[in-house]
């Protein structure tokens, strides 16, 4: 009788604790006048950097939390500092930014939403971060162990996160009509940006390789809160990119001339398959095209995936396999009816020797798309091919 008033009395206490601490929270919360959630398949890094600039130029005291390649937190002068995990990424990380950011007074808090699981992002949304502005990049095949295995599914777990009686931003197309729905069920206008009004100058104007829509996207929320269209652009092109953003590494010898993008990030088949055809469509009839498959042995589901596309849906020379498991993505690539004679298997021994190999394969104009993954080596591997590409620029 006893035990059983001590747990009556214990868990009384800790609903009453638990009840307390979600009021304290929300009055937090509430002390940040515009919350941005940014959720999506692709891109929600860049946005998220995208807006916080253009945020900063119009004045805004903000906070921009990423947690894409690699965790930061960005104050209202752009500095960065890399938020340090003892263990796995756990969504309660959002309580701490929040109550950071109601202690810093800001104006604005932007937060790169980190939950999968469909439960979680609601209360991610619902629960913690209650946004002002809501934000979802696009819609696309990924995480499907997680959020699938259909495109609608993956659609439902994403406006989970649509915001009540507030604002949604988003360049997603194909699903635009479900997320309008979504958004009418809670009160909340919606906002699409395709990318239509941002010229090819503008997009010039980053040093990196920035896509309209994001640019697009990030422009609309910063123009809804009053800033001016030149000054957030300019911050925009100023701004530091994520880790994972697409960029361009030209590496030259005396007889070969290698073009190397860093597409590690978009590790979804659809996105990938944008990006080739993107940097394909003009390429000269003699260059040899190679696909740089990095692999991780927890995302085989994406391995085959993506060796699925690569074999059914691109026109390439070479497929190089580098990362983790590639004795099984080089037998996927063979089931996939990819010949042996353009499989590159190098594997994970260092970033160097992974460069050497797969210059010493290039032929004497090569364009090389690095895809699958950015963790096992994927990051090193870019920077390596970053690094000698610069040593190119000082010895010119």
């Known amino acids: ?53 253009g945020l900063r130029a119009g004045g ?23 938020i340090h995990r003892k263990e796995k990424a756990n969504i309660l990380e959002q309580l701490k930014i929040i109550r950071f950011s109601a202690r810093q007074k800001v104006d604005v808090l932007i937060l790169e ?158 996105s990938t398959l944008m990006i080739w055809e993107s940097i394909t469509r003009n390429l000269n009839q003699d260059e040899q095209k190679t696909i740089l498959l990095n692999t991780r042995k927890d995302r085989q589901d994406r391995a085959r995936q993506l060796i699925e596309m690569v074999a059914h849906r691109m026109d390439f020379d070479v497929v190089a396999l580098i990362g983790e498991s590639v004795d099984l993505v080089e037998d996927l690539a063979l089931r996939n009816g990819i010949s042996r004679k353009k499989i590159l298997k190098i594997g994970r021994p260092s970033s160097e020797k992974q460069f050497a190999h797969i210059v010493k394969a290039s032929k004497s104009s090569a364009t090389v798309l690095g895809i699958g993954n950015m963790g096992a080596g994927g990051a090193e591997l870019a920077q390596c091919f970053e690094h000698h590409a610069n040593k190119l620029k000082e010895a010119v």
């Open 1 to 53: 009788m006893l035990s059983l008033t001590i747990i009556i009395i214990v868990s009384v206490g800790l609903i009453v604790f638990g009840a307390i601490e979600y009021s304290n929270h929300q009055q937090q919360v509430n002390t940040i006048p515009i919350r941005i959630h940014i959720n999506g398949t692709r891109g929600k890094s860049s946005v998220s950097r995208l807006i916080g600039a």
């Open 60 to 82: 805004y005291k903000t906070i921009t939390k990423v947690t894409g390649t690699f965790p930061r937190l960005i104050t209202s002068e752009g500095l960065e500092s890399p």
């Open 113 to 270: 939403c980190m939950a999968l699981k469909p439960q979680y992002q609601k209360i991610c949304e619902h629960q913690m971060v209650r946004a002002t502005h809501g934000v979802i990049t696009n819609i696309r095949l990924d995480h499907l162990d997680v959020m699938g295995p259909t495109l609608d599914d993956v659609a439902k777990a994403l406006c989970g996160t649509i915001p009540k009686k507030a604002q949604l931003f988003t360049s997603e197309d194909r699903c635009f009509d479900y997320v309008q729905k979504i958004a009418r069920k809670r009160k909340t206008g919606v906002h699409q940006s395709l990318g239509f009004k941002i010229t090819d100058d503008e997009v010039k104007g980053f040093d990196y390789i920035e896509h309209k829509a994001n640019i697009d996207l990030a422009m609309d929320v910063c123009l809804s809160l009053g800033v001016d269209r030149a000054k957030a652009l300019a911050e925009m092109q100023k701004t530091r990119p994520d880790e994972g953003a697409l960029t361009q590494s030209f590496i030259k010898t005396e007889r070969k001339r290698v073009t190397f993008y860093n597409g590690f990030a978009a590790n979804d088949p659809e």
